[in-house]
């Protein structure tokens, strides 16, 4: 079973600054990864599937990077309506679909 | 535009049954999707617990899959798919969010979980 491991646990940032999450898969997962977004009180919403294509309506300040074993998400200049927990997820190795633990994201 | 709805009982008895059904709107539930469930808890935030398509094929997370089923029913009437969990737990209290994948022909012809129901809180407790 393959196993996403997410770090930092959380990060506090300054508004506008760069912010860069990884996800680490245990095997190789090519671009079969996925990242969500998590607000409090929301459903999750996806920003990038395919570890760098972005989803319709997603700011340009998010993006996806990375193949194999090691990704990032950064985002550009981090803005108030930011803050949640991001989530990656492989979808490579059949039957599961796993995601990683996630990273808060702070001010 | 296409909205999911999880319903279901918000309680569940230890060693009983978590049935929760999701509606599907504004599309049906016959098309080439993934439709599936997720859950949310503090202690392992997202949890994908599995997925079905319209023709009946099904995957589920390893670690759930003797206890889980999940179904599509689409009538004249209906036009969703369910998760039913066995054996439950306290570890099972969870947000159970449905929601729906765009796939291609392989397993990992796959674009991701773009569309999410608002989720149903469920509790694990005699």
């Known amino acids: 079973e393959i196993v996403m491991t997410q770090s930092p646990g959380s990060l506090s940032m300054s508004l506008g600054e760069r912010a860069t999450l990884s996800c680490r898969a245990s095997h190789n997962i090519a671009i079969s990864l996925a990242w969500y977004q998590l607000k409090p009180g929301q459903s999750p919403r996806l920003l990038i599937y395919g570890a760098s294509t972005r989803v319709a309506g997603v700011p340009g300040r998010f993006s996806g990077g990375g193949s194999g074993t090691e990704f990032t998400l950064t985002i550009s200049s981090l803005q108030s309506e930011d803050i949640a927990v991001y989530y990656c997820q492989q979808y490579h190795e059949w039957p599961s679909r796993t995601f990683g633990r996630g990273t808060k994201v702070a001010i | 535009q296409v909205q999911l709805k999880e319903s279901g009982s918000q309680l569940a008895k230890p060693s009983g049954t978590l049935s929760l059904t999701c509606e599907v709107s504004?599309?049906?539930?016959?098309?080439?999707?993934?439709w599936t469930w997720v859950r949310q808890s503090p202690e392992k935030g997202l949890e994908w617990i599995g997925e079905?398509?319209?023709?009946?094929?099904?995957?589920?997370n390893p670690s759930l899959k003797d206890r889980v089923t999940m179904s599509v029913e689409k009538t004249w009437s209906s036009n969703q798919f369910s998760l039913k969990l066995d054996s439950v737990t306290a570890a099972d209290t969870a947000i159970y969010y449905c929601?729906?994948?765009?796939?291609?022909?392989?397993?990992?012809?796959?674009?991701?979980?773009?569309?999410w129901g608002p989720g149903k809180p469920v509790t694990v407790s005699s």
């Open positions: 929601a729906r994948a765009t796939r291609g022909s392989g397993f990992n012809d796959y674009y991701g979980l773009d569309i």
């Open positions: 504004g599309g049906s539930v016959s098309s080439n999707f993934w």
């Open positions: 079905v398509s319209y023709a009946g094929t099904t995957n589920y």
